[in-house]
DNA sequence: TACTTTGGCTAATTTGAATTAGCCGATTTG
DNA sequence: CAAATCGGCTAATTCAAATTAGCCAAAGTA
C-alpha cells in the first residue's frame, strides 16, 4: 500500500476512534511513519483526508451494492437457501451478516466513524441511513420476501417481518461497537433471536 | 434557571449537536448571553462543564429509575394493563416509550451526545448502555414476563421476546434522531411493528 | 548524464481557541 | 453602612495544532 493509501487508512482508524476533531494531523502522520509536513505533498489538508475516505468508502460499498445485485435474484436461488431452506439457513444469514458488519476491517471503522460524525454532516447522516437502514432492508426484504413467496415463511408485510429480522441484529451490532467484550453474548443471542423469528414466522398460518 | 443551569442547558444543546470537541466555550457563552471569559466565573474550564453535564444526567435517570421501580410491579398491576390487556396497551405503550425517548428534551439530546462521545469515554459508553440497552431490556423484561404470566403472550424465552419488542423501537429512535423527518413513517412502522408483535407472541401456542 | 519530480525533513508561521488578569458595578451580609 | 463576594466585562496571554517555506536526496526520465 502506497504512502497516500496508509494515510487514508491510518485516519480512518484514528477518526473511527475519537472523531474528526480530535485526531490530529500529526497524529496521522506519526502512525503511518511520516511527519506531519509531509502528509501535505499528498493531500491539500485535514479535510481533504477525510473527503478522500469518503470517496473511497462510496466506492467500495457502491461496488458491494454492484456486486449482490448483478447476482442478485439468481444468486439468492443459487445459493441453495431454497432447496432445504431451514432453520440452519437463516441462522447463517443472520450470523453472516452480522459477523460480517461487525468484523469487516472497512465496515467496522467506517460505521463508527459515521456514528460520530453524523450529526455534523448531512452527507454522512444519508451514507449512514444508507449503509445500515435503507439497503440491509431492502436486501433483506427481497430474500425473505423470496422465502416467503416459496412458503416457507408467513406473512402479509413483508416489510415489518424484514424488521423483526434485521433490528435486533443491528441492536446487537452498535452493542458490540461499543463494548467489544460483549460479542459472545450477541452472538448467542442473535441465534436466539433467527430460532425464535423462525418459530414465529414459520409455522403455517 | 440561573446562570449556572443555563450554561449546561446550552452546552448539552450543543455538545449534542456538533459533539464537545467542535463546540466552543465561546459558542456556549455566546448561547447563554455572556462573554467567554464570564464562564470561567461558574466552571473551572470547559471539561467542568461537560462533567457537570454528566453528573446532572446521573442524577435525572436515578432519579428516573427510582421512581419505575418504587411504583415497580404495583404500578404496572395498577396501570391497569392487565384487565383489558390488548393490542391497544400494547400500543400504548410503545408509542409512549418511544416518543418519551424521542421527545423528552433531556433525553434527546443527552442520547445524541452519548451517541458522538460514546467511543472516546469508556464512562459515556457504560451510560449508554445503561439508559438505552439494559435498563429498558430489563424493565420492558419485567412488564412483558408479567404480561405473559397472565397468560396474554407465549414464550419460553422472555429475553429474546423483550429483544423483539424493543429492538424494533430502539431501530426507529436512531433513524429519527439522524433524520427527524422520518419521524412520521417511524411512528406508523412503530404501529406495524407493535401490531405484529402482538399477532406473532400473542396466539395461543 | 542532467533535469525533474517525488516525497521526505526541519524550522518557521499563522491561527484560533482556552484561559488568565484585572477592572467594576451590583448585591449580599456582618 | 462598609466590606465581601458575585458575576459580568475587556484586554491580554498561552499554547497547541494546522499549514507553509524551503532544503535535500533518491528515483524516474529525456
Redesign the pocket.
Known amino acids: 500500500m ?3 493509501h496508509r494515510i487514508i487508512d491510518e485516519a480512518l482508524t484514528l477518526f473511527s476512534e475519537k472523531g474528526y476533531a480530535n ?4 497524529d496521522i ?1 506519526e502512525r503511518v ?6 502528509l ?3 493531500y ?4 481533504a483526508i477525510f473527503d478522500a475516505i469518503i470517496e473511497e468508502m462510496n466506492l467500495r460499498f457502491a461496488e458491494q451494492a454492484k456486486s449482490l445485485n448483478i447476482n442478485g435474484t439468481d444468486a439468492v436461488a443459487d445459493s441453495g437457501i431454497y432447496e432445504n431452506m431451514s432453520e440452519e439457513s437463516l441462522l447463517r444469514l443472520g450470523r453472516e451478516l452480522f459477523l460480517y458488519f461487525l468484523h469487516d476491517d472497512y465496515n467496522s471503522r467506517f460505521r463508527k466513524m459515521l456514528t460520530i460524525e453524523q450529526f455534523n454532516n448531512k452527507e454522512l447522516a444519508d451514507m449512514y441511513s444508507k449503509i445500515y437502514v435503507d439497503d440491509p432492508l431492502s436486501y433483506q426484504g427481497m430474500l425473505l420476501g423470496m422465502i416467503t413467496a416459496a412458503g416457507m415463511l408467513h406473512t402479509d408485510n413483508v416489510e415489518i417481518m424484514t424488521i423483526h429480522f434485521y433490528a435486533p441484529i443491528y441492536y446487537l451490532l452498535t452493542i458490540c461497537d461499543r463494548e467489544p467484550d460483549r460479542e459472545p453474548w450477541a452472538l448467542k443471542t442473535m441465534d436466539d433471536h433467527i430460532r425464535q423469528f423462525n418459530r414465529l414466522y414459520g409455522r403455517t398460518a
Request: no cysteine; net charge positive.
Open positions: 502506497d504512502t497516500k485526531v490530529f494531523v500529526g502522520a511513519g511520516i511527519k506531519a509536513p509531509s501535505y505533498k499528498h491539500k489538508n485535514k479535510r
